[in-house]
């Protein structure tokens, strides 16, 4: 697992993040999370926003395939027992 997995796993999708809250979570150093946080952003994994001059980091949120129908969409959590099946919302077929 590389620092960006670490740092993606790290996070809960849509949730605002610092770099220093990612860096207390996973007990490394701030620079080491930047570096990798950068690299989720190219990778298009995470957005960042900057707020009062900081940066705060967002993971977006998965996107799901439909096998039936093709369609492409994201489930935002509220929840986890709530997202725990996971349905289409075009044809209703459930996706894993």
């Known amino acids: 697992m590389t620092d960006a997995d670490a740092v993606r796993d790290a996070m809960t999708p ?12 996973l007990d490394r150093t701030r620079d080491a999370v930047k570096r990798a946080l950068r690299a989720l952003v190219e990778s298009d994994d995470v957005r960042q ?12 949120a998965p996107t799901y395939a439909c096998s039936d129908c093709g369609y492409e969409f994201q489930v935002k959590p509220l929840h986890p027992v709530l997202t725990a099946a996971t349905y289409c919302p075009r044809c209703g077929a459930r996706v894993e």
């Not at 849509?14 to 979570?25: D, G, K, N, W």
């Open 14 to 25: 849509l949730e605002p993040y610092t770099t220093e809250e990612v860096a207390s979570r």
């Open 49 to 60: 926003k900057s707020v009062g001059g900081r940066s705060v980091w967002i993971r977006r």
